[in-house]
């Protein structure tokens, strides 16, 4: 197996706190983030070979922010510098990237300048098996959306895995276009989908039934994860993997569970739940990472879903864009919390 190629924009999550102590300290907290660096991060700490394309000005703070990355044990080599800014979003502490509480700072920055043409992709999947982007990148603007369509082009000629995150940000999808009128067309190259019922309806046009899921519990959630699953499937042929995650917030808690569709099965995880997190950011792109780590290693669909799942479980307890949990510590939680 060759490395696994994350795609996307490398941003800086700043973090004040919603009663603004932060102003009378002069201290304004920051994680970098991005959806498909913490992607990247995440494989690399679990020794898959992990390399991330982006663009960035060339700048110092670039330069550092580079240095983070190989620090992480990712490979850098691809990235484009161009263009005069780096990507920035704010989000209080503890709060979720769908809350309307998210700013992006994001307009004219080195990521969303790209145009086709710009990335050599023959040298930017030089041994590499896996390629991964999420439904946040073609959110951006067409020209971003363009660069998608060449990658997954360049990728089905090279014979590449694909897998795509059905992140959906209503705050970015502002150029005119909505995300049924873009996605399909990337998602009949991905070979892995991920996401959950309601974005596979606001990104795919996949069927939601309100009736069938209008009293939200569990046995009719995932009778109609086995349907959209099968849906996506039929629609686009080239997945072969659907998964999807069920994530209720309550208070300051949270449960947690999650689906995976493969061979014309559906297997579900086991389910977690907690009275108290810190932070529900870059919980998904953990869970996306689990599953490339489980796959990437040939586990079983079970052994691949319950990893991921913890993963992204543990994540919640992290105040960062990133993980920094080991395969150690989750296969530790996965035996705490089995029933």
Wanted: aromatic share 12%; hydrophobic share 40%; with cysteine.
């Amino acid at each position: 197996m060759g490395k696994v190629l994350s795609f996307g924009e490398l941003l800086l999550r700043i973090c004040p706190d919603e009663g603004g102590q932060w102003l009378q300290e002069n201290n304004l907290p920051f994680y970098v983030g991005g959806a498909e660096a913490n992607v990247a991060t995440a494989l690399a700490l679990w020794e898959v070979p992990s390399a991330y394309l982006t663009a960035l000005p060339d700048n110092f703070i670039s330069e550092q922010l580079v240095g983070y990355l190989k620090s992480k044990k990712v490979e850098t080599d691809a990235i484009v510098y161009q263009g005069d800014r780096l990507g920035l979003y704010y989000l209080p502490k503890g709060k979720d990237l769908k809350n309307t509480g998210v700013i992006y700072d994001r307009a004219g920055s080195s990521y969303a300048d790209l145009k086709s043409g710009t990335i050599d992709w023959d040298k930017a999947f030089e041994d590499v098996s896996w390629f991964h982007f999420s439904a946040i990148c073609p959110a951006i603007n067409q020209a971003v959306a363009d660069v998608c369509a060449e990658a997954l082009k360049a990728a089905k000629e090279k014979n590449i895995f694909v897998s795509l995150d059905l992140n959906y940000r209503a705050k970015l999808w502002k150029y005119g276009k909505s995300p049924v009128e873009i996605m399909p067309a990337l998602a009949q190259h991905c070979n892995l989908i991920m996401g959950n019922i309601w974005a596979a309806n606001m990104m795919l046009g996949i069927t939601l039934d309100e009736e069938l899921i209008a009293e939200r519990d569990k046995e009719s959630l995932l009778q109609h994860a086995q349907l959209t699953s099968e849906e996506i499937k039929s629609t686009f042929p080239n997945c072969q993997i659907v998964a999807n995650t069920f994530r209720f917030d309550y208070k300051e808690g949270i449960r947690y569970y999650t689906s995976l569709y493969t061979d014309n099965e559906l297997t579900v995880s086991q389910e977690y739940v907690a009275e108290k997190i810190l932070d529900k950011v870059g919980s998904g792109d953990c869970f996306m990472a689990g599953l490339i780590y489980g796959f990437y290693n040939k586990l079983s669909a079970t052994e691949t879903l319950e990893f991921a799942t913890a993963a992204a479980f543990k994540k919640l307890f992290i105040p960062s864009d990133a993980t920094s949990t080991t395969v150690a510590e989750v296969k530790e939680t996965i035996s705490t919390y089995a029933k």
